[in-house]
């Protein structure tokens, strides 16, 4: 029981900080149809930034993270002006190409200002083990699981409620038409890749706290694919359900199989569902009328 | 308040769709756009509302003046907050999202922080989207998607609504109930409105004006009792013959060569 316990936070920590990550790859697909794979190395560079701050600049982490995002904004914006909209109107796989180089560029940008060495990281989030009904868990994965979920509550309000949130679902279903009422696409795609940057950026950071820093960092940042493909590549909530399912699977197995399957055991899960829902779990499927 | 004046459109750099196109919409009237499959009516609606660069069009000469001002070559969003509102071709409801978050979209350009007083005065026109406000756009009939297509029109409150044949693909009795509404909506909003339309029968029974177009240019333009009493409209868009009965296909296409207006 403690165990299952256990598992089940840990789960739901890492499942929370996937399904930040992944919820800005979806934003990005959703509304410009771009895969972008460089969506880990958002996640890397949000927990070396928010590094250099605390250790090298030595700020508080409130300063510190408020900072990190707004890197992340800028990185995002950039990335976007920069490298995707040129692209705009090129195939597809060009798109793609060009994201899996932004990839690796991000990736040397990082291992040639900080190296290739893991490091500690100063937690900023208090990390004494606390008792939750007899299992003992690392304080600092709850507060990530309640940050994470706070964020991913908030925007799932601002995607249902908020009109600038509403808006970029528009821009998802129909480009043209939300040009007709006044809905800049521009400026929507700029606002796809910052949150996507942002919400990858704080995940980094929530991670880097519980397991400081390094290069392999990015393959956190890899599992969003299994997570979005979980999910349904353009929905929301499928995000955060799916990095929650992927989370939890990988803790029960590591936990109740033994290591190693716990790699191997959501891949198989995916295909399963992926059989039965080619669409994923909440992907939108095309609505025909009859 | 609109003036179109000798306006040339180019696609892909080859394609030249409008060639002197001119025209003019008075405020507070209806005025209709008629003309038949690829006469350049959609382009028209486009180069006005700033939506031919998405599909690589280009006004490449003539200008387009909105209330003293030249809007030619101004963005898509610029025009929407100007006061022009354009319903394009096809509903082009968002599919995958309720029928009020594409009411709010439409308004998306309002200044209010709320809009749900807007999202009530489309209800009194449309009691039907009321009914269905949190039901997924894409599963409504053709007629609810045309009119949460006109609803989110409203939301912006323009100055100036165009219509991209509204009745297409309706049946009659509901293109009816539309047009009364559209109706409606100019005399009670005091919005102007430019309608497209095939369906001459129709869009003269309620405009004030109306040109129509052939081959990129306008060929005729009156007042629709006087437009209604032209041979040439009668054969070829009311599909009438002198003595008021329907004609043939081929009888229309052996007339089509005596078109005075295209000699
Ligand atoms: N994106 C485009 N690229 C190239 N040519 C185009 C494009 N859009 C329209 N055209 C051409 O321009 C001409 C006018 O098209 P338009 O859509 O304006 O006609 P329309 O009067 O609205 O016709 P309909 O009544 O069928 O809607 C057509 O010959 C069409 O093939
Ligand atoms: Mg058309």
Redesign the interface.
Known sequence: MELFIQLTLTGLTSGAILALAALGFVLIYKSSDVINFAQGEFLLIGAYVIFAMLTQAGLHWTFGLVLTIAVAVGLGVMVERLVLRPMIGEPIISVIMVTIGLSSLLKAIVSTIWGNTPQAFPPFIPSEPVNILGATVGQDRLWALVIAAVLLGGFNLFF?RS?EG??M??V?????????????VKRIFAWAWSIAAATAAIGGALVANIVGVGPELSHFGLRVFPVVILGGLDSIPGAIVGGLIIGLLEQYTGGYLGQGLNQVLPFVVLIVILMFRPYGLFG?EI?E?V | MLTLNNIEVIYNDVILVLKGMSMQVPEGKIVGLLGSNGAGKSTTLKAI?G?LK??DGEVTDGSIEFIGQNIHNS???D???KGI????EGR??????TVE??L??????RREMS?SHDVDMVYGYFPRLKERRNQ?A??L??GEQQMLAIG?ALM?KPRLMMLDEPSLGLAPLLVREIFEIIKRINQEQKTTILLVEQNANLALSVADYAYIMESGRIVLEGHPADLRENADVREFYLGLTEVGSRKSYREVKHYKRRKRWLS
């Open positions: 249902r009109r509403i808006a679902r528009a998802a279903d129909d480009q043209q038409a939300a040009l007709s009422m006044g809905i800049s939108q609505i009328r | 509302s939506l998405p599909e963005d898509a969003d025009i929407v907050r509102f354009q319903v394009m082009r409801v968002f599919e995958h999202l978050e594409n709010i979209a439409g308004g998306y350009t809009l997924t894409g599963y009939s053709g989110r912006a």
